[in-house]
């Protein structure tokens, strides 16, 4: 896109917000943010580009949902009111990732990034020492953040230059085999006479997870049981938590076609997260938080035996 292709869809979009009349100030900047990553394809007017990935771009259409929403000291629901490391913390939850509750542990995940000229869409920003304020970094010098009482979320410039910049993402261009490194269950078939063998080969084109290793989890979970409820409470053939559930769009755990599908769009993300099949069954069954305090497979015996009868499966299969 030239210059002048720019400017003139800045026109349109100033034009558009016009017409829908008054707004806040918040409120504008977003609007006038997203159409314009949109007209940019999330470059600067130099045509210096803002790196990131597809989760990155996740993690900022994710974000963006909660733009409006009053800052409230303290809070996690988004219908009641979220600070800024509620924020963070809930629209990377939504993703699979379980990120610590407050913006100074928050400040110390994942790995950290030089600077802001190195930072890509979804880093976390930090402000202060200590710590006292985080945001998501949205490229071209802009984040989403709950700034402070009185204030909704929004889009703002990045004011200062950060404390921190932690990436919990993988890194833009880096690859990953299908099915994580090891390249385990990364098959697009499964074996004649399996049950739902059509959701999972379904699922395995559309997010590049092995159709044997979702059928060889559905197995483990719930015995291909769509109707199978956990003392825990997880839900349906993939024994998706209710929170799990809802953060990755699926409304009925219970519905196989929703649950094959929520549960291979999570198992993508952890094989991309982890590089590896073991690792991704491990922050499947205890949690990615589990698996990065320990830098491995935690040491609990359900998830242990939970990954060594997965990949007795897959390895049978």
Not at 162 to 179: C, E, F, M, Q, W
Request: proline residues 5%.
């Amino acid at each position: 896109m030239t210059v002048a292709d720019v400017t003139s869809r800045i026109s349109q979009i100033q034009a558009q917000l016009a017409m829908l009349g008054p707004t806040t100030s918040a409120t504008g900047a977003a609007a006038f943010a997203g159409a314009l990553d949109e007209a940019t394809g999330s470059t600067t007017m130099s045509g210096a580009a803002s790196t990131g990935t597809t989760q990155g771009d996740a993690v900022v259409a994710g974000a963006r949902k909660y733009l409006g929403v009053p800052y409230v000291w303290g809070g996690t629901d988004p219908d009641k009111g979220l600070d800024c490391s509620g924020l963070v913390q809930k629209v990377y939850s939504e993703l699979g990732y379980e990120l610590p509750r407050v913006s100074y542990e928050q400040a110390r995940t994942g790995r950290a990034v030089e600077s802001l000229a190195q930072a890509q869409r979804g880093d976390i920003l930090a402000f202060g020492s200590p710590v006292h304020h985080v945001g998501i970094y949205i490229g071209n010098d802009q984040m989403i953040h709950a700034p402070r009482p009185g204030k909704d979320v929004e889009v703002s410039s990045v004011y200062e230059t950060p404390t921190a910049i932690r990436r919990v993402l993988p890194d833009a261009g880096a690859t990953v085999a299908t099915g994580g490194v090891d390249a385990v269950g990364a098959s697009t078939r499964v074996a004649a006479g399996t049950p739902y063998a059509s959701l999972f080969e379904t699922a395995a084109a559309r997010y590049g997870v092995g159709a044997d290793l979702l059928s060889a989890v559905a197995k483990q979970e719930s015995g291909y049981d769509p109707t199978a409820t956990s003392h825990a409470g997880a839900q349906g053939l993939m024994q998706l938590m209710p929170g799990t559930a809802q953060g990755l769009g699926v409304t009925n755990a219970y519905d196989p076609a929703q649950s094959v599908d929520g549960a291979a769009r999570l198992l993508s993300t952890l094989l991309d997260r982890f590089g590896s099949t073991q690792l991704a069954l491990a922050a499947y069954n205890a949690g990615p938080g589990a698996v990065l305090r320990y830098d491995g497979i935690p040491p609990y015996a359900e998830t242990q035996n939970y990954v060594r009868s997965v990949m007795s499966t897959l390895e049978a299969a």
